[in-house]
């Protein structure tokens, strides 16, 4: 009877805990919504239920949301207002866990672009004929072997 009794205290308790934990976290949350200026928000590592939590609110906030991490310890759930959704390149530098730079994915998208029309132009202009042999040898190879 003491042991269901204390028991019950500590899911009592544990309920509170989530209850105040989502009350926090909403207003965590409507705070990012009035702040005009900020696209998305990092919270800090939280564990697996908390972060259910949150995402739940941002879900019901009309947010978006996903966790970033390797590992349980530092996973961490950054929220995104629908205008400013994240694009696939950004969400893959957040999974490698890197910071996303707008500017540097632009180089990387033009150096992309640049690449792409180089070989589309090689490809265009066929290969390149190999260009004169270097030493006698290189030249009269298939008369002479290459011993």
Same mark, same amino acid.
């Given at each position: 009877?003491?042991?269901?009794?204390?028991?019950?205290?500590?899911?009592?308790?544990?309920?509170?805990? +989530?209850? &105040? #934990?989502?009350?926090?976290? =909403?207003?965590?949350?409507?705070?990012?919504?009035?702040?005009?200026?900020? @696209?998305? !928000?990092?919270?800090?590592?939280?564990?697996?239920?908390?972060?259910?939590?949150?995402?739940?609110?941002?879900?019901?906030?009309?947010?978006?949301?996903?966790?970033?991490?390797?590992?349980?310890?530092?996973?961490?759930?950054?929220?995104? +207002?629908? &205008? #400013?959704?994240?694009?696939? =390149?950004?969400?893959?530098?957040?999974?490698?866990?890197?910071?996303?730079? @707008?500017? !540097?994915?632009?180089?990387?998208?033009?150096?992309?672009?640049?690449?792409?029309?180089?070989?589309?132009?090689?490809?265009?202009?066929?290969?390149?004929?190999?260009?004169?042999?270097?030493?006698?040898?290189?030249?009269?190879?298939?008369?002479?072997?290459?011993?």
């Amino acid at each position: 009877p003491e042991q269901a009794a204390r028991m019950k205290k500590l899911q009592e308790q544990d309920k509170r805990q +989530k209850v &105040e #934990f989502r009350k926090r976290m =909403e207003q965590e949350v409507s705070q990012f919504i009035q702040a005009t200026g900020e @696209p998305r !928000r990092r919270f800090q590592p939280m564990n697996k239920i908390e972060r259910s939590i949150l995402h739940d609110v941002a879900e019901v906030a009309g947010l978006t949301s996903f966790s970033f991490g390797d590992d349980e310890e530092s996973r961490y759930v950054m929220v995104f +207002k629908k &205008e #400013f959704a994240p694009s696939d =390149e950004e969400l893959e530098a957040y999974r490698r866990g890197e910071e996303w730079d @707008p500017a !540097r994915a632009e180089e990387r998208r033009r150096l992309r672009e640049l690449a792409a029309q180089q070989e589309e132009v090689e490809l265009e202009c066929g290969p390149a004929p190999p260009g004169p042999p270097n030493d006698y040898k290189d030249k009269y190879r298939h008369l002479i072997g290459s011993d």
